[in-house]
């Protein structure tokens, strides 16, 4: 199974300034077929989870472009450009390449 | 719009099992598959297995291999997963969430598993 690791576990942000989340996995998330399936989610208190980003870079419909995905192989980031108090919750990475899918940890984002 | 609606809340005695239903709409079923998971008290995310709507095929998780059987019913848009032989440890909110990018998701179903 492909391991996610994500850092840091914990990130208290100011209020309108940056915050970044960082997913490593344990093996190339590239295809056979080219694309790289991986994915953040985020989840409010008691929310389901939402996705913001696939494949990388792509936000999800809806999703405000505050958010913003980057990386490739094995080495991922989500940046938030400037924190809003509605962004408080527990982010997760994903990888969909191959079953089974799995998750980081988790990243719980809050206000200082 | 795309909506994916669960069944609600239960309640299991060890040695039981439970099907959860998730109820589609907006979109052509048969068109994407469904993966299950699901997230224990404080816990994580961790995903159960996939179902094609539109094959029936299905991958699941090691862990639930033996014990966990999802279906879909296209006549009524519905996929469901049933969980066997359940113990305190299941005790979790169930999600469904559409493939292609898992960007939609069911509310979750809370099951309990408690004596």
């Known amino acids: 199974d492909i391991v996610m690791t994500q850092t840091p576990l914990s990130s208290p942000v100011t209020l309108g300034q940056p915050a970044s989340i960082s997913c490593r996995s344990s093996?190339?998330?590239?295809?056979?077929?080219?694309?790289?399936?991986l994915s953040w989610l985020q989840q409010r208190p008691g929310q389901p989870p939402r996705l913001l980003i696939y494949?990388?870079?792509n936000r999800f419909s809806g999703v405000p472009d505050r958010f913003s995905g980057s990386g490739a192989g094995t080495d991922f980031t989500l940046e938030i450009s400037r924190v809003e108090a509605e962004d408080v919750g527990v982010y997760y990475c994903?990888?969909?390449?191959?079953?089974?899918?799995?998750f980081g940890q988790g990243t719980k984002l809050e206000i200082k | 719009q795309v909506q994916l609606v669960q069944s609600g809340a239960e309640v299991k005695k060890p040695g039981a099992s439970v099907k959860v239903s998730c109820k589609a709409s907006?979109?052509?079923?048969?068109?994407?598959?469904f993966s299950w998971l699901r997230q224990a008290p404080g816990q994580g995310l961790e995903w159960m297995g996939w179902?094609?709507?539109?094959?029936?095929?299905?991958n699941y998780a090691q862990k639930f291999q033996g014990r966990v059987t999802m279906t879909t019913d296209t006549s009524t848009s519905t996929a469901y997963m049933e969980l066997r032989s359940l113990r305190s440890d299941d005790t979790a909110v169930y999600y469904c969430?559409?493939?292609?990018?898992?960007?939609?998701w069911g509310q979750g179903t809370l099951v309990t598993v408690s004596s």
């Open positions: 969430a559409r493939e292609g990018v898992l960007g939609y």
């Open positions: 907006g979109y052509t079923f048969t068109s994407y598959g």
């Open positions: 179902i094609s709507a539109h094959s029936g095929n299905t």
């Open positions: 093996q190339s998330l590239e295809h056979s077929h080219g694309n790289t399936y």
């Open positions: 494949e990388i870079s």
């Open positions: 994903m990888q969909v390449t191959q079953f089974p899918y799995t």
